[in-house]
């Protein structure tokens, strides 16, 4: 199939620059190694409207983050009528928010873990009562675990939340899930086997993610034949919840009686 003349959004301003700019780059070798015209185009440094004046026929979104990810790229490639990769505006700004997908899971009666807005007027020691600690503090609209802290103290929430609240204005504190982290990449309608994800760090941190050495993703993931397939199908209903097509990546948590909570 001959695709045309193919640019590959990477880097953004985003928080996530950095990590986009990687896999943009790998994205940009796979399709030349493919016979595909793929090319660079980083918005931070050029203008939208260049994807018209150069010519460009589709567009391979391998931003991260905000300006990239929450539908507002997607909507000006809309607007310029250039097809592009994944899910559209309303998908990618409802997955993007943390907040929001909670409330579609849990309308839709799919699990996930216990949370409760937090504002500079919340009583913090009434909410770590309440959900209990560890609790896990993040803004609602960052990826890559950007802003995001692991509080084991009453007295450390607000912190966590002054963190947090430079991020985003929503700022979400999320129960936190004793047990497995998984990860599932969802390809079309096909769902792939199931990553478990294993670091020593006290969570799966931006560092874990991407800087050290020790993180470990183990497949197969070691869960039995049943489970597998019982999370591989909630995290479709998940995907599909939200209006998601074309890829995505859904990740979940297992408590200590195997019961799943989407992330």
């Not at 947090?164 to 899930?177: G, L, M, R, S, T």
């Not at 990449?185 to 792939?192: K, T």
């Not at 939200?242 to 195997?258: E, F, H, K, S």
Request: glycine share 10%; hydrophobic share 40%.
């Amino acid at each position: 199939m001959k695709f045309g003349k193919v640019a590959v959004l990477l880097g953004g301003k985003s928080a996530e620059r950095e990590v986009s700019l990687k896999s943009g780059g790998m994205v940009l070798k796979a399709l030349r190694s493919k016979g595909v015209d793929a090319h660079p185009f980083d918005p931070k440094e050029k203008d939208f409207a260049t994807l018209e004046k150069e010519r460009f026929e589709r567009v391979f979104i391998a931003l991260h983050g905000r300006f990239g990810e929450d539908g507002t790229v997607q909507g000006i490639l809309e607007w310029l009528g250039i097809p592009y990769t994944g899910s559209g505006v309303l998908a990618s700004a409802l997955a993007m928010d943390k907040l929001r997908t909670k409330r579609i899971w849990a309308a839709e009666g799919l699990p996930t873990a216990p949370h409760v807005v937090l504002t500079s007027e919340s009583d913090f020691k009434a909410m770590s009562r309440k959900l209990g600690l560890p609790i896990f503090v993040k803004p609602a609209r960052e990826g890559s675990s950007v802003g995001m802290t692991k509080v084991k103290r009453a007295g450390d929430l607000e912190e966590a939340f002054a963190l947090a609240v430079n991020y985003d204005p929503v700022v979400i504190a999320e129960k936190f899930i004793e047990g497995p982290e998984l990860t599932v990449a969802i390809l079309g309608e096909e769902v792939l086997p199931i990553i478990k994800i294993e670091t020593p760090r006290e969570f799966y941190d931006y560092e874990a993610k991407y800087l050290a050495d020790d993180t470990r993703y183990l497949i197969p993931s070691g869960l039995a034949a049943k489970k597998e397939k019982e999370s591989q199908a909630l995290c479709l209903k998940a995907f599909q919840a939200l209006g998601c097509r074309g890829w995505g990546r859904v990740d979940l948590m297992l408590d200590r009686r195997g019961r799943p909570y989407l992330l």
